[in-house]
Nanobody, 125 residues
Framework: QVRLMESGGDSVQAGGSLRLACVAS???????????IGWFRQAPGTEREWVAT????????YYAASAEGRFVISRDNTNNTLYLQMNNLKPDDTGMYYC???????????????WGQGTQVTVSS
């Protein structure tokens, strides 16, 4: 059974930073390297949107335009942990952040099989 546990969400002022973490159990980053792993977010009343993903087979990182230059996605294969370093946070970054694995595409939520429960990020101006 795959379980994903996110942490690191908090309330911060605009311009601040947060580091989110997602620990995976029942799923190996190093052996499932043909599937994307990544982060999505959802604000109240909106659809879940892609933030950043990694394709483990190549190590290539992909970012939504809103995240490019401010966020960095990384992974620790030894501990099956996925990270999202978020810098220069803006109020528009507010939302529930979800970790997802076993993705057949880099940016479509419906293509990811396993999801965590989410961690809340709130950015105030």
């Amino acid at each position: 059974q795959v379980r994903l546990m996110e942490s690191g969400g908090d309330s911060v002022q605009a311009g601040g930073s947060l580091r989110l973490a997602c620990v995976a159990s029942g799923y190996s980053f190093s052996s499932s390297y043909y599937y994307y792993i990544g982060w999505f977010r959802q604000a109240p009343g909106t659809e879940r949107e892609w933030v950043a993903t990694i394709y483990p087979h190549t190590g290539r990182e992909y970012y939504a335009a809103s995240a490019e230059g401010r966020f960095v996605i990384s992974r620790d294969n030894t501990n099956n942990t996925l990270y999202l370093q978020m810098n220069n946070l803006k109020p528009d970054d507010t939302g529930m952040y979800y970790c997802a694995v076993r993705g057949n595409s880099r940016d479509k939520p419906e293509d990811f099989r396993h999801w965590g429960q989410g961690t809340q990020v709130t950015v105030s101006s």
